[in-house]
């Protein structure tokens, strides 16, 4: 049976506007901009130095 956790403690992907519980899945946040995303996002976009696709292009 799924978890359920309160609206106010999710976080919302900045990449696939997705919710996610911090709580139970640690978010991942570019180290310049700080955008935040999900597990699955974070694999995708986020480097080695925890830098997103969008900074690393600036």
Do not use: Q, W
């Not at 976080?11 to 995303?37: L, N």
């Amino acid at each position: 049976m799924g978890r359920t956790v309160a609206t106010h403690l999710l976080s919302i992907c900045d990449e696939c506007e997705d919710a996610f519980c911090p709580t139970c899945e640690a978010p991942h946040t570019c180290s310049k901009c700080g955008r935040v995303y999900c597990g699955d996002c974070a694999g995708k976009l986020l480097d080695s130095e925890n830098v997103c696709d969008l900074c690393r292009e600036d």
